[in-house]
């Protein structure tokens, strides 16, 4: 019985220090988001069929870092996409997320996968992209069901490159 508990304690900081090792600022230092701070980012749009969504870059480290942490709403077509330099398999977690969240993997103009982020209120969750994705669109959980995105939809973007 303890080698068991030694194995899944070892399991746990081997998957711990994975996700810590991939340059992931702790919650723990990244101040709550001001309005003021918001202001500041570009808006954008993106469309799949013919939902537009008025978009919100996470285009840094420490916006990435960010997110979606701290909000109370989100607007009906809004929402936050997350550009990476390159190609990798993408981590999402909850930490501070008060908002349940449809998480949408983007490989350059196409939808790979959806998953569901819930609140931190409901426990610490992390998920990953089940493919290597260049872009991750964060919308209110239910979004892609209205909506009917579906793996393989193409999207469109309409995007400010400062």
């Not at 077509?77 to 977690?93: E, I, P």
């Not at 949408?104 to 610490?124: A, E, F």
């Amino acid at each position: 019985m303890k080698y068991f508990f030694f194995l899944a304690s070892l399991g746990v900081v081997l998957a711990l220090s994975f996700f810590v090792s991939r340059d992931v600022v702790a919650p723990t230092q990244i101040p709550p988001q001001t309005h003021e701070d918001r202001e500041g980012m570009k808006k954008n749009t993106l469309m799949i069929h013919t939902t537009t969504v008025e978009l919100e870059l996470a285009r840094t480290k420490d916006e990435r870092a960010r997110g979606l942490m701290d909000r109370t709403t989100l607007g009906e077509n809004s929402g936050m996409l997350f550009l990476f330099d390159t190609k990798g398999v993408q981590s999402f977690w909850n930490e501070r997320t008060l908002l349940p969240l449809d998480v949408i993997w983007i490989d350059g103009n196409v939808v790979v996968g959806i998953s569901s982020l819930p609140p931190i209120t409901d426990g610490l969750k992390i998920i990953n992209s089940t493919v290597p994705v260049d872009r991750v669109l964060e919308v209110n959980r239910g979004w892609s069901v209205l909506h009917n995105i579906n793996v393989g939809d193409t999207v469109t973007y309409s995007l400010d490159q400062n």
